[in-house]
């Protein structure tokens, strides 16, 4: 695999990091992405995709905490190795900076700039491991002051029994000396799953999807082994044998469609007791992600209704349920319907004493936006919106509207119920006392309910 360049833009299109490797790309490709990514229509998607074609040159981008991460290339190459390749380097960066914002880029220029050389060399890839790039890099990063982050977003703060540990507490570098000369030994995981769910119109389940991923954060010194213990009651492959040929299928407990393991894990006893043996690398890396597809409880249940109110007029009814423990909450909730393309105004009317809830009418692209805060276990909303049209309907207005799609993240909470009952460190020293923190989190990734 071979590309041209790679850069990071900011999100308003400032050139943060760029190298060229082949020189065989226009050196104002910065500008040609940008603003094709910002004003994006073909296709009627509103977003571009992350791949597309502009004059010869094939642009590859992922987003990572609102930064464009951007290889070019002129040649044909495999997409989705581009695409992990800079979710890579995002991981190698953040491991070395301890945070990615603007502010750690522009106040370790030359650390970047290091890691570039020793990731990529003449738009070849040589290694995107931390451990091995400890070898190659002797820059120490410039870390930035806590202070100068910025503020913890409610979602970043887990709880777990009395302890209270922010989101922040992971982002220091795998490779910074501390300034007090003291190592504290820790390790964090974390079980993140991305749900994907269809509601038809009347309500019921269509599809329903699971994407998960246990993520792991060394900062253990010396790299002794782990063992990492999971549910008992787990099973691997539906309807029979397993496609790892590990026990069958019992039909009960946490059925997982497919998994797979970083190359650190050995699965000697993974068969008889469901434990994880590795030795952790330095910086953050996927444990195992999986794949489930078995019936679960949707945390929302979404319900919506569009209903002509006259000649010119119609009014949308959209109700939301938590279906989660009311200890539990929701955070940086957004829900969206399109509206049909001759909607002039839509005014909002929420539920009586309504706290903490935005709405908003695009008119430009024609959209419905409610975001709440936050929304508590159990909790019931309902939003009413009167539309008002510039011209009449004709024909179902439902085919015209919609689907409602929302997003969310809920700390502290996994729908799969895939849990990490222990974490054991082997040949631990009297003076080895690592803090270890289990979190879990459940975003949306699709979620989507039909009119």
Known sequence: MMISQFFVLSQRGDNIVFRDYRAEVPKGSTETFFRKVKFW????????????????????HVKVVGLYFVATTRVNVSPSLVLELLQRIARVIKDYLGVLNEDSFRKNFVLVYELLDEVIDFGYVQTTSTEVLKSYVFNEPILIAPARLQPIDPAAIFTQGAKRMPGTAVTKSVVANDPSGRRREEIFVDIIEKISVTFSSSGYILTSEIDGTIQMKSYLFGNPEIRLALNEDL????GGASVYDYRSSSGSGVILDDCNFHESVRLDSFDSDRTLSL???DGEFPVMNYRMTQEFKPPFHVNTLIEEAGRLKAEVIIKIRAEFPSDVVANTITIQMPLPNYTSRASFELELGATGQKT??????KMLEWSFKKIVGGAEHTLRAKLTFSQ?????????AGPVSMTFTIPMYNVSKLQVKYLQIAKNSTS????????????????????
Do not use: M
Request: proline share 8%.
């Open 41 to 60: 229509k073909e296709d009627g998607n509103a977003e571009a995709p992350p791949i597309f074609n502009v004059d010869g040159v094939n642009y590859f």
């Open 235 to 238: 099973n691997i492959g539906r």
């Open 279 to 281: 030795v952790p690398p």
């Open 360 to 365: 908003d009418f695009k008119e430009t692209s």
């Open 392 to 400: 009449e309907f004709h024909g179902n207005i439902t085919k015209e």
């Open 432 to 451: 080895q006392n690592p803090y270890r923190w289990v979190r879990y989190v459940t975003q949306a990734n699709s979620y989507v309910a039909r009119i």
